[in-house]
């Protein structure tokens, strides 16, 4: 095991895919009108892509076009104190497309949110990054004074 | 109740400073060297400010200074498909002045990973925006103490 300068497991690219693949939620970073933006979304995964649904006139829609975005996922456990987390980089894209668009459409893929969700947008990751609370070995309190 | 655009439920003011008090882990959102990052982190809430824990040689105590990030809880149930989001917007900044950290550092606020954790960053929110997914669970009740 390899880990960071913070203490963190530093975790393989392999195991970064399998718990991206794992992950029924993740959330996507991106800018909205220069401000920092993040939303919760459902996915699924094709050729190692991450796959959304969302509306036409989504804010999410309009500012991942073409952007750089970061993807995240993670799974903790907040009375034991442990967890991972997974997160991505990559550009985003509007899928217009019509034999793409009917690829995405035949993935078991439906927005949790209501209403119609008929835009797909396609995020192409590179730069994988995953870490690891260590478990097993908890963290001891610092004790005051 | 009323809806966004998306058909999501918008949560009130009240409602999102609740939910963000009963979350026991929070993202934040930055810049890392011109490209988007993410990071997840336990914390604590001090005057509605956000309160974290990192190394002095961190990434996100490095890039935080002094910038608008933003900051997201949420709590989704993959089952059933329902579950809310709260995101903030607001500036960063490292705590140096001596009584604030002595204050921050009676918080009960001990990093979930492992290291010297010695640096507090201090997030004032701002722009708080909250959805639910309808037919999602209620607000949880503030526990008392």
Redesign the interface.
Known sequence: MRFD????EILGADECRTLLGSA??G?V???DQA??????V?FALLDGDVIIRT?V??KLSAAAEGA???F?V?D?D?AA???W?V?A?GEARVVRDPGERAELDALPLRS????ERDQFIRIRLEMLRGRR??GGSP?P??TPG
């Open positions: 300068q913070g203490g963190l029924p939620l959330r970073v991106f800018t401000l920092p933006a993040v939303q919760p459902n509306s006139d989504s750089i975005v970061a995240e993670d903790f907040a104190h442990t967890g987390s997160v980089v949790w949110a209501p209403g609370i260590p963290t309190e610092r």
